[in-house]
């Protein structure tokens, strides 16, 4: 019967110990979930802003390069 109550005492405490892991877990994993979703609407806003920065640059490529080709090409005339 001692057995019992000492095997019991064990798993008890085993038990236990495996709650308060787990917990901690679970509290880490809450606190990487608060922080992705913080920084996702910052990695949208740079993304966007990428965007915006990518199609600029393509419009004024389109608008100076053949303006300097002319310029050279009238530069070696």
Avoid at 5 to 17: A, I, N, Q, R, V
Avoid at 53 to 74: E, F, H, K, R, Y
């Amino acid at each position: 019967m001692d057995d019992n109550k000492e095997l019991h005492t064990e798993l008890c405490g085993l038990k236990d110990l495996m709650d308060e892991r787990l917990r901690s877990v679970a509290e880490t994993l809450m606190r990487i979930e608060t922080q992705t979703t913080k920084t996702n609407g910052r990695v949208r806003s740079l993304e966007v802003w990428k965007g915006f920065m990518i199609g600029g640059m393509s419009i004024l490529s389109i608008l100076v390069i053949p303006i300097v080709l002319i310029a050279i090409q009238q530069f070696f005339k």
